[in-house]
């Protein structure tokens, strides 16, 4: 028994101090997805330098988050709200990236096509559940099929 107890104290401390580290990310270069520009993730513009702490870091998880898979900017501030920030520092956090969100659209419908045959009018539909505008859903559904 007081070797679990040990074994957990060090879990937890081995835990603590790799929470407090930071990992970087390379740098991914800029490519065009048919037509479309896209640097694979999105620059952080001009985080005030009187944000929050909360607002910072939300920032920078919306920016690795966005990195990794397309997202709309209602459903990124919903995920941001998942990962327990608030819904002012989850949309500050969106608001301050630069993100082109047509792109976004488009790269979610290339995804959705990727594993399932949709008709224009269903990815639209599917697009505007996914959160993005009726102007963005109808970009992604015309680069797709065009």
């Known amino acids: 028994m007081k070797r679990i107890g ?15 580290q930071t990992m970087e990310r390379p740098a991914t270069p800029s ?27 939300a920032t920078a998880l919306a920016k690795e988050y966005i990195f990794y898979r397309p997202f709309s900017r209602k459903s990124l501030i919903y995920q ?14 969106v608001d301050h990236l630069t993100v082109n969100w047509n792109t976004q659209a488009y790269k979610r419908a290339q995804w959705w096509l990727e594993y399932r045959s949709f008709s224009q009018s269903a990815l639209f539909g599917q697009l505007m559940f996914d959160g993005f505008t009726p102007d963005q ?10």
């Open 137 to 146: 859903a109808q970009f992604a559904v015309d680069k797709a099929y065009n």
């Open 6 to 20: 040990i074994f957990m104290v060090l879990l937890l401390v081995g835990g603590l101090i790799f929470a407090g």
């Open 80 to 93: 941001m709200k998942f990962e327990g920030f608030t819904a002012s520092d989850a949309a500050y956090a």
């Open 31 to 57: 490519r065009t997805i048919s037509g479309v520009a896209d640097s694979n993730s999105a620059s952080v513009a001009g985080v005030a330098k009187q944000a929050t702490s909360s607002q910072r870091k």
